[in-house]
Structures are given as C-alpha cells and as structure tokens.
C-alpha cells in the first residue's frame, strides 16, 4: 500500500513562496495515474489546488492557477508544491493525495499545517 | 466555481440511517457521474468512502452508499455506529481538468 508523507516549514512570511514536499513510499511514483494536492484552512471545508501525472502534465484549480506550481521527481519518489505571493488565507493543512479527479483520492498524507505570517 | 452546497450538520441514533445531501449545478454533479465522499475524523486526513456516486473502495463497509440524482448526490450511512461521527465532505468532477468540494457536513451520533 502506497503512503504519503508531507514535509516542508511550518511558517512562511507573507507575500513569499509556499513549499511543500510529498515523499511516495510503498511504491512507484510512476505506478499512479495522478497525484493532487489539496489544503484545508483551519475549520473549513477542503480546496482542491492541483494535480499532476509523473510525465509531468498538470492540472490547477482556476482560482489558483497564476500562483501553484507542481512538479515531480521520479528520481526521488516525490512531488512537491509551490504557492507564491501567500497571503493569510493560504493557511491550511496541505495534504498530498493519489488518484485521478474522476475517481476519487485515495490514499492521503497525513497533512503539514502550514501558516503564514505578517 | 462554486463550492458544491451540503447541510452543515446531520444526525441520528445508533442504528438508524442517515442520508447527507450535496448539490451541484448542471456544470459538475448533473454532468459527470464523478462524486466522492470522504470522511474525515478531527485531526486526521480525509478517507475515501465512495467514489463514481456509488462505488465502495475495499475496506468500506457496505453500510456506506452514494447515489445521485439530476444535480444533487447524496451519501447515506445506515446502522449508524458511534464511530461514524465525523465530518464528511463530497466532490465532483466539474470539467475542463477541474473538482470542486463540498463545505462538508458533520455527522452527530446521537
């Protein structure tokens, strides 16, 4: 069974650059169709943010679209995220997560709170 | 894209069934039989429970059923077990490469 293992500071500054890593163990990075990310600001519902295939095609969420960058590397069986100019409203739980958008993820990281500060 | 419309809360006793509802427009839940349910218990990252509207992963109890119709899907637990309470989310496929979620639901046993 593939798990998922988020990673990266847990404060970041206002207007910088948010990054995240999500290590792939128990398995291929290559072996799943798609791989997401997906954030939660504390008490609220859940924000898809992207997702990509480990050929490197990607997919954002129109809201986000001019800030995200997803890549993969294949080498190290991981992915990582990149939000710029953060605001506030950017903290959340980011989770890492495998599947396409159609059917569902499954499985999930178990999330890093990351805040950003003024 | 709006945010797919839940009740904030639900409940029911021990035993009884209760269904949770998740509407969408014509753009995302009417459109694609594309709707997930997950669950998700405080402080943990969300699980899996139906996908493709009525689809159980391995592991799901049967108790656990997803349907739809026209732009509403809903998700209902039957036999309600005091592990059951948590918050659960839906989702849909909404076109062009792009999934919208719900504002989730949270379920009291009572």
């Known amino acids: 069974q593939v798990q998922l293992q988020e990673s990266g500071p847990g404060l970041v500054k206002s207007s910088g650059t948010l990054s995240l890593s999500c290590a792939v163990s128990?398995?291929?990075?290559?072996?799943?169709?798609?791989w997401s990310w997906v954030r939660q600001p504390p008490g609220k519902g859940l924000e898809w943010i992207g997702e990509?295939?480990?050929?490197?095609?990607?997919n954002y969420n129109p809201s986000l679209k001019s800030r995200v960058t997803i890549s993969v590397d294949k080498s190290r069986n991981r992915l990582s995220l990149k939000l710029a100019s953060v605001t506030a409203a950017d903290t959340a739980v980011y989770y890492c997560?495998?599947?396409?958008?159609?059917?569902?993820?499954?499985?999930w990281g178990q999330g890093i709170l990351v805040t950003v500060s003024s | 894209q709006s945010a797919l419309t839940q009740p904030p809360s639900a409940s029911g006793s021990p035993g009884q069934s209760v269904a949770i509802s998740c509407t969408g427009t014509?753009?995302?839940?009417?459109?694609?039989?594309?709707v997930s349910w997950y669950q998700q218990h405080p402080g943990k990252a969300p699980k899996l429970m139906i996908y493709?509207?009525?689809k159980r992963p391995s592991g799901v109890p049967d108790r656990f059923s997803g349907s739809k119709s026209g732009n509403t899907a809903s998700l209902t637990v039957s036999g309600l077990q005091a592990d059951d309470e948590a918050d659960y989310y839906c989702?849909?496929?909404?076109?062009?490469?792009?999934?919208?979620f719900g504002g989730g639901t949270k379920l009291t046993v009572l």
């Open positions: 997560a495998a599947g396409q958008l159609v059917n569902g993820f499954d499985p």
């Open positions: 128990g398995g291929s990075i290559s072996s799943s169709d798609w």
């Open positions: 990509i295939y480990h050929s490197g095609s990607t």
């Open positions: 014509s753009s995302d839940v009417g459109a694609y039989g594309s």
């Open positions: 493709g509207v009525s």
């Open positions: 989702s849909s496929y909404a076109g062009s490469n792009n999934l919208v």
